[in-house]
């Protein structure tokens, strides 16, 4: 596709449930980011994939948080027993490699845990 | 550790006037800057960049200035226009790494 889609668009789920949020990045673009934006907050990084390389995860909170990339595309960002200090706003970026900096951002999964 | 700071979360400017984001960062090696644009409910978008061998770089009505010495860059929008009102995240990052963003600074722009 044209751009960097994200679905779903709105997630709201019972606090200890798993949830899975999805990211199509642009086609050929190699390098792959999650970053979340919690209410009043910056954006926070959680996860880098770079072609074959193994991933950044430095920036997951927890072991309760874990990403995928089959085949160097589609992700998946999967929360389990979800908590309502997950909430905010997951934001997937792609960009053509790990030194291109002009990320193409989709328009991020609102997350709410009741 | 907060690598990146803006301690504006907000700015009011009038239109036609220079709005001035200011950005501080403790990595030296960080060796590339950029400024995001965010509306509600969409994605970030890309703005404008500076590499750490310049000291400015002009794009239209912006401009980023990066001071290495003190650890600072700044983005100026002149002249501000409704438009403009958004999000600004200013942005940096070490040589092949992720992007590294600030808190973000709500810029609104009133005719």
């Known amino acids: 596709g044209a751009g960097v889609s994200q679905s779903p668009s709105n997630k709201v789920t019972e606090k200890g449930k798993d949830v899975e949020l999805r990211c199509d990045p642009i086609?050929?673009?190699?390098?792959l980011y999650w970053y979340r934006q919690s209410l009043g907050q910056g954006l926070e990084f959680l996860i880098y994939?770079?072609?074959?390389?193994?991933?950044?995860k430095s920036g997951l909170p927890s072991d309760r948080f874990s990403a995928e990339r089959t085949g160097g595309s589609v992700s998946t960002l999967t929360i389990q027993r979800t908590q309502q200090e997950d909430s905010a706003v997951y934001l997937c970026?792609?960009?053509?490699?790990?030194?291109?900096?002009?990320?193409?951002f989709g328009s991020g999964t609102r997350l709410t845990v009741v | 550790d907060q690598q990146v700071k803006q301690n504006s979360p907000s700015l009011s400017v009038q239109e036609g006037r220079i709005s001035i984001l200011n950005c501080d960062y403790t990595n030296s090696m960080f060796d590339y800057f950029l400024w995001y644009k965010k509306y509600p409910a969409e994605g970030p978008t890309f703005l404008i960049s500076?590499?750490?061998?310049?000291d400015k770089n002009e794009d239209g009505r912006f401009t980023v200035f990066l001071n290495k010495s003190a650890k600072h860059l700044s983005l100026h929008i002149v002249p501000s226009q409704p438009g403009d009102s958004a999000v600004y995240f200013c942005a940096a990052s070490v040589p092949g790494g992720k992007l590294i963003f600030g808190q973000g600074t709500e810029l609104s722009v009133k005719p």
């Open positions: 086609s050929g673009h190699t390098a």
């Open positions: 994939f770079q072609g074959n390389s193994a991933p950044d």
């Open positions: 970026a792609s960009s053509l490699s790990g030194y291109d900096y002009g990320y193409t």
């Open positions: 500076i590499s750490s061998i310049k």
